[in-house]
């Protein structure tokens, strides 16, 4: 059965303070991996996908990276807007093009 | 360009009644997902169609749910007799590929 792990279930940091989120996966066959945020009482928001080991996409503050594994979501000089719910999800070659995600990482930045 | 739609936002039924969900996919997507949040748990995949046809209905409960997305239209999530347990948060997405999926901003279903 296809697993995605996430780690830690919460982060609290300080404005500034530089972390990673995990997301290991256990799948037959990875098709695409993705990161979204969502905020509370909203749906999730896109942020990247990735699709094969040693890849890696930049959006502001953000970086996400792929191994055979993992990925890591690195949060550099984070600000209190970025306080949200990161999820992880996976596509499986033999299971169509549903997500099947993570429970996720609820991140805080006190400023 | 608008993004996904979904309505009502909120929707209250009580236990054995109908709940409708209804859901505009953004402008030149034909596939649609409907996933599920449960109180303090992840999202969960439901159901995947194109237009007229269900692709994987894999995730959808055997009883009292369906779901559709017409020719025209919005697609529906259709829930039967619900209970108590159904209450959630319904997220559909859509996706112009089958790759990058974009969310809309949910329904909230409460059955008291």
């Known amino acids: 059965e296809d697993q995605v792990t996430q780690s830690p279930e919460a982060l609290r940091l300080q404005e500034g303070e530089s972390s990673s989120l995990n997301c290991s996966y256990t799948?037959?066959?990875?098709?695409?991996l993705f990161w979204y945020r969502q905020d509370p009482g909203k749906g999730p928001e896109f942020l990247f996908t990735l699709y094969s080991a040693g890849e890696e996409k930049e959006k502001e503050r953000l970086k996400a990276t792929l191994t055979k594994k993992e990925s890591f979501l690195h949060i550099t000089a984070p600000k209190p807007e970025d306080s949200a719910t990161y999820l992880c999800a996976v596509q499986v070659e033999t299971s169509g093009s549903r997500l099947t995600f993570g429970e996720g990482t609820q991140l805080t930045v006190n400023p | 360009n608008a993004g996904v739609m979904q309505n009502p936002r909120h929707l209250v039924r009580r236990r054995g009644q109908e709940a409708r969900l209804r859901c505009s996919p953004m402008?030149?997507?034909?596939?649609v997902y409907w996933y599920r949040q449960l109180p303090e748990e992840g999202l969960k995949f439901m159901v995947y169609?194109?237009?007229?046809?269900?692709?994987?209905e894999s995730g959808m409960p055997k009883e009292r749910f369906s779901a559709e997305f017409p020719k025209e239209g919005p697609s529906i999530l259709r829930i039967q007799q619900v209970v108590r347990g159904d209450s959630a948060a319904y997220f559909c997405?859509?996706?112009?590929?089958?790759?990058?999926?974009?969310f809309g901003p949910g329904t909230r279903l409460t059955v008291l």
């Open positions: 997405a859509s996706s112009p590929s089958g790759n990058e999926q974009f």
């Open positions: 402008k030149g997507h034909s596939h």
């Open positions: 169609l194109q237009k007229e046809n269900i692709i994987d």
């Open positions: 799948v037959s066959g990875l098709r695409g």
